[in-house]
C-alpha cells in the first residue's frame, strides 16, 4: 500500500459515502432502513450536545442560544431549540429553499433528544471527566452527522439558511456560516447561555469530527465509493 492510500485512508472524508440506505430520488419517500439510520443519527447528534451542555463547560453556538433563551423564558432547552429551528425554517421561504424529510426529523428529534438527554445523562463535577464528556460529545455530534448526511434526506434548517443565503447573494459559504454563528453565540452569551473550552472545542474539532464521522460510516456500511459532495454538505464548517 503506498503513502498516498494510507493517507487517504487516515485523513478525514470530504464526500459523503455511497450507503446501502441512501434514499434516491425524493425527500419524502424512503425505506424504513433509511429512516431507522436518520433518526439514530439525529439522536445520536442531539446526545452529543446534551453531553456538552452537562459538562458545563461550553455549548456550540446554537445551543447556547437556545440555552440563553431557555434561561430568560423558563422553557425547557429542547423545546427552545426545536422553536429556533421553527424560526430558521421560516427564514428559508424568501430564500425558496426546499425542506426534506431529513429537514423537519432534524429540527424535532435532535430537539427532542437534547431535552431528554441533558436529564439522563450524568453532570460529573472533577474537570477530567467533564472534559471528558466534551470530547465524547463531539464525536457523538460527527458520527450523528455521518450517519444523518448519508440518508440524502434533505440539510438540516441551519444549512439550508447558510446554503440559501449563499445561491441569493454570491457570498462564499465560509464567511456566511462564520457570521451566522457569531452573532448567534453573542446573542446566546448575552442571554446567559454557557460560553467557555467546550465551546471553543467544539469550533475547533467539529469539522474534522464529521469528517471522520463520514468515514467511519462509510467503512462500517461497506462502502467503497463516494458520491459527489452536494451543495448541502458535507463541509468542515457545516452544523446539522
Known sequence: MSIGEVWRRIIPSRTIPITRWRSEGSRWRTEPSTFVVLILG?????????????SGLG?????????????????????????????????WIPLRERPG???????????????VMVWVLPKP??????????AIGIICVGIGSGLYLTTNLGPGPRDGLMTGIHERTGIAVTP???SI???????GWLLGGTVGIG?????LLIGPSVGYGLRFVGWAAGSRTTAAEPRDGPRPELEA
Open 42 to 54: 439525529l439522536w445520536l447528534f442531539g446526545t452529543g450536545e446534551a453531553l456538552l451542555v452537562d
Open 59 to 91: 455549548n456550540a453556538p446554537w445551543t447556547v442560544f437556545a440555552q440563553g433563551i431557555s434561561i430568560r423564558t423558563g422553557i425547557g432547552i429542547g423545546v427552545a431549540t426545536f422553536l429556533t429551528s421553527v424560526v430558521v425554517l421560516l427564514l
Open 101 to 115: 424529510m431529513g429537514t423537519i426529523a432534524n429540527a424535532v428529534v435532535i430537539a427532542t433528544a437534547l431535552q
Open 125 to 134: 463535577e472533577g474537570l477530567g471527566w467533564r472534559l471528558l464528556q466534551v
Open 176 to 178: 456566511i456560516r462564520l
Open 181 to 187: 454563528e457569531v452573532v448567534v453565540l453573542g446573542a
Open 199 to 203: 465551546t471553543l472545542a467544539f469550533a
